[in-house]
């Protein structure tokens, strides 16, 4: 009987070890291409007249397999039966899918208020300095990189918070096992499913109000509109709608240009010159919104653009993003705010003194991190100590070679501040500026998203 092993990769690339004979396949989908593994393994079996084992490795894990020469799929026997059994139930095979094998299980991990398995406050000992950090963001002196595989990830802590029943598997290669057997075979869903599942629930699950989530940085060009887009977008689709993008920027912001047009270009000023005409804010109707907001069908989110006139003289100051919270948040359970380049502004101010949640973002480069860094030490003497403590960094990276040095020291330093990092790639479908066409982007890309609105929900 032939030694048979064959491996499946997210790219729809996979190949078949036949005795050490190796057969490669290249589709456009990992499904098409397990589909296309399993179809040659049993021409095998036909050939040899009875049903071929095979070792099959996607990017989940590792299971076992038995295929008929008439195509039909059974668990494998015996020890190799037993051996898929333990893959399925999540022991380890090598690395998570999107997790660098280098990578501490901790790095993720920021203080967190009340949660003594993570790790220290900013309070503590470990904490960096108050002081704005001057030129460079310094190296960490030796003994402040908390990190340790003893202590747990975010997705540990996620999964505690958010369990989920783990039912069949839904996607990838297993999924499409279950699919063709017609649930004869029902695999269990692979690590990075599980931990999507986890995800989702974290993202889903129900507050006990509207929330407002309220992105920073005061540099141009550190990725806030990206972030805002990114993260509306998911909670969107995961909740279902009732999640709102707005511009707060106190003359014009990007948030419109990144959105699908509408059939109108009204703004956030629109909005605020027609709240008298639409009656007091317990007469207006959700209804009343659709001509000022423009909806994101297909993520299922609205957004509330910026002034995007550029002969207008008019400004949004802490009254009128007031005014306007009060009416959105009527209407709205997620409300993702983007902010504009001036701390200074009352609705900046305004937007933080609102927030639920604060997102931190920054890519991987000094002048950004520097910025994302002093606007924390800003929050932090100006009374916002608790807020800078619970919010979130997302890191992203600009390109696909990033500063290993510089990542370490950012998610030392603001691992201090902040009560999580979280990390997105590089995606080139985001780098033209345009609309954002959430379904060109990399599967890697989106779920480094899910993760991130993961992270943020569970401080809602």
């Known amino acids: 009987m032939p030694q048979i092993t064959a491996e499946v990769r997210l790219d729809g690339t996979g190949e078949i070890s036949v005795d050490g004979r190796i057969e490669r396949v290249r589709r456009d989908t990992l499904q098409e291409a397990g589909a296309a593994i399993t179809t040659r393994i049993a021409e095998l079996a036909d050939e040899a007249g009875q049903p071929l084992p095979v070792q099959v490795r996607d990017p989940e894990g590792v299971w076992s397999l038995l295929i008929h020469p008439d195509g039909t799929v059974d668990e494998a026997p015996d020890e190799s039966a037993a051996d898929g059994a333990a893959t399925d139930a999540g022991a380890p095979v090598g690395p998570p899918e999107g997790t660098p094998a280098a990578e501490p299980a901790a790095a993720d991990a920021g203080p967190t208020s009340g949660s003594s398995a993570l790790a220290p406050s900013a309070e503590s000992s470990d904490a960096l300095p108050d002081e704005p950090p001057a030129g460079l963001i310094p190296p960490s002196p030796p003994g402040r990189d908390r990190s340790s595989a003893t202590l747990p990830t975010l997705d540990d802590l996620l999964a505690a918070r958010h369990p989920v029943s783990p039912g069949p598997a839904e996607h990838g290669f297993r999924g499409g096992v279950r699919r063709v057997t017609f649930g004869a075979i029902k695999p269990g869903p692979g690590r990075a499913e599980q931990r999507r599942r986890v995800q989702q629930a974290a993202v889903r699950r129900g507050f006990d109000g509207p929330k407002t989530i309220v992105v920073i940085n005061p540099k141009g060009g550190a990725h806030?509109?990206?972030?805002?887009?990114?993260?509306?977008?998911t909670f969107g689709l995961e909740r279902g709608g009732y999640v709102l993008a707005w511009d707060n920027n106190e003359t014009r912001g990007t948030l419109g240009w990144r959105s699908a047009h509408t059939d109108h270009s009204r703004t956030a000023v629109d909005l605020l010159h027609a709240l008298p005409t639409l009656g007091d804010q317990g007469?207006?109707?959700?209804?009343?919104?659709?001509s000022f907001v423009r909806t994101q069908a297909a993520q299922q989110f609205d957004v509330l653009a910026s002034d995007e006139d550029s002969a207008s003289a008019a400004s949004v100051d802490a009254s009128a993003f007031t005014s306007l919270h009060d009416v959105l948040s009527r209407f709205y359970r997620v409300?993702?705010?983007?902010?504009?380049?001036?701390?200074r502004a009352s609705n900046w101010q305004a937007a933080v003194a609102a927030a639920d949640q604060i997102v931190v973002v920054s890519t991987i480069r000094e002048d950004t991190a520097q910025s994302a860094a002093w606007a924390l030490d800003a929050l932090r003497s100006s009374g916002h100590e608790d807020a800078v403590r619970r919010a979130v960094t997302i890191l992203s990276e600009p390109d696909r070679k990033v500063d290993k040095d510089l990542r370490r020291r950012l998610r030392t330093h603001f691992g201090a501040l902040t009560r999580a990092i979280v990390e997105v790639p590089h995606d080139n479908a985001l780098v033209a500026g345009g609309p954002i066409d959430y379904d060109s982007l990399d599967a890697g890309t989106r779920d480094a998203w899910l993760r991130a609105s993961a992270v943020v929900a569970d401080g809602l």
């Open 224 to 233: 806030k509109t990206t972030a805002t887009m990114m993260l509306a977008a």
């Open 335 to 343: 409300l993702i705010v983007d902010t504009g380049n001036n701390m």
């Open 283 to 290: 007469t207006v109707r959700v209804g009343d919104l659709d």
